[in-house]
């Protein structure tokens, strides 16, 4: 009778425990639904966040393209301002009725300046080396090589100079280059 007693005691918190768990249940269940809307929310401001993000992203790379798009096409343009004048003072020289060799010597020359200017603004810069000077294949290219007093690989005359274009080789300079002895 006892073991019977026992068993029911045994059983009644068992009884209660499962009585007990669905309400532990129930009232764990406001807590989870609560995090999970609190979650979904975050989830959905973050969802918002990132589509915002990659738009922005996907503007910032359409105006690059159209700013690079823009770069080439208007890279010479400071340029071609920089050499209009000189078109039209040549334009002028011809339109002169009775030259002499004077007017068309001043007239060139002041072409020549205007020209000069322009390429010291966009920062065409002439390569003229020098007799004596050490050959640099970078920015000389040597036609012929000639027997000359001077040390080999080096300079003997410049028969066309280079340009470089701020520190890019436009033309190298074409020069005679002495022999080894």
């Given at each position: 009778?006892?073991?019977?007693e026992n068993q029911e005691v045994t059983n009644q918190p068992e009884g ?166």
């Amino acid at each position: 009778m006892q073991d019977q007693e026992n068993q029911e005691v045994t059983n009644q918190p068992e009884g209660d425990a499962a009585a007990q768990a669905p309400q532990a249940a129930q009232a764990a269940e406001p807590g989870l639904e609560e995090q999970l809307s609190a979650t979904e929310a975050k989830l959905a401001e973050m969802h918002d966040a990132f589509m915002r993000a990659k738009a922005d992203a996907e503007n910032i790379r359409r105006r690059a393209q159209e700013d690079v798009s823009k770069a080439h096409k208007f890279a010479i343009e400071s340029f071609a301002e920089a050499m209009v004048p000189v078109r039209d003072s040549l334009e002028m020289a011809l339109k002169v009725e009775a030259p002499t060799v004077e007017s068309i010597k001043e007239g060139v020359e002041m072409t020549l300046k205007q020209l000069t200017t322009a390429f010291e603004k966009n920062r065409l810069v002439e390569v003229m080396p020098q007799p004596g000077d050490k050959l640099d294949p970078m920015k000389h290219q040597a036609v012929a090589v000639v027997p000359a007093e001077q040390e080999a690989n080096t300079v003997v005359a410049v028969l066309q100079k280079g340009y470089m274009i701020a520190d890019r080789l436009l033309r190298p300079a074409i020069v005679t280059a002495a022999a080894p002895k």
